[in-house]
């Protein structure tokens, strides 16, 4: 067969490739859920980190970065340490630490999926993201402060309206993602729809660019997740703020990790 030949056949029926498959709104939700079982199970996943500890006293960022090292290169096989950084609350002086990381933890063995209610269209809502002052924060109260608050950078408002009543959320800047803590009655409660006691997160689609632009976005319920803290007692989570506390139940997304054998991530 020469050249033209080989060409022609390539255009025929039985030479033609496969098309890409159509992917749908549930089976988009699906590679999704996937990634996010894959995520929390990684070797830095949120299950995997078994300790978060400070440096005690006044310890500077390269005294840090050493003291990291160290620990980085005495550490076993599955074992990863990486640097950490706070605000603390009295003072706004940045403190430092560190974060381990096992790719073996107890958390993971004992993993068996997280519960989610199932994929509904009808929680993806159309909202307006309106931006505000560049310096704005919101005091946001995180899960291991003691009722402490962290001022949080908040780029813009959000704005949607459901079931005859309108809403403005605050989503704050998340290393350049726009992230929704929020809460609803579903959180804590003891039946088939209950979620996470203290709420869930969402991203919202957003690019740290158009920050200070106007603009739709579109809130996925249906990737409402379960903070970090509920997968590893070593994570301090923000808390949703009062405007971000919702007056209905929110029946999408993820509900709860579930363990095997009496786990509890507060007692390992």
Known sequence: MNAASHAAAAQSPEFAQSPEPVQTPQS??????AGRRAAVTAATGN?????TRWFAGDVDADEAARRVAA?????????????VERT???SGRAEHGLRVWNAHAPAIAAFAGIETFPFDPNWIIDAEFTPVSADRTVPFEHIRDAGGSR???VPGDITFERDGERFTLAAFDDAGQLLLVFGDPTN???????????GRFLFVEREASQFGEPGRVRLDFNRAFVPPCGFS??????????QNRLPWPVLAGERLPRFTGG???YTV
């Open 88 to 90: 603390n609350i009295a």
């Open 188 to 198: 804590g409660k003891d039946d088939a729809t209950g979620t996470y006691g203290s």
């Open 47 to 51: 299950l995997s980190l078994v300790e």
């Open 28 to 33: 988009a939700h699906d590679a999704w859920r």
């Open 151 to 153: 001022d949080l950078v």
């Open 263 to 265: 786990f509890d991530i």
């Open 233 to 242: 007692a070593q994570y301090n989570c923000p808390m949703p703020p009062a």
């Open 71 to 83: 620990e980085r290169d005495a550490a076993p096989e599955g074992v990863t340490v990486t640097p």
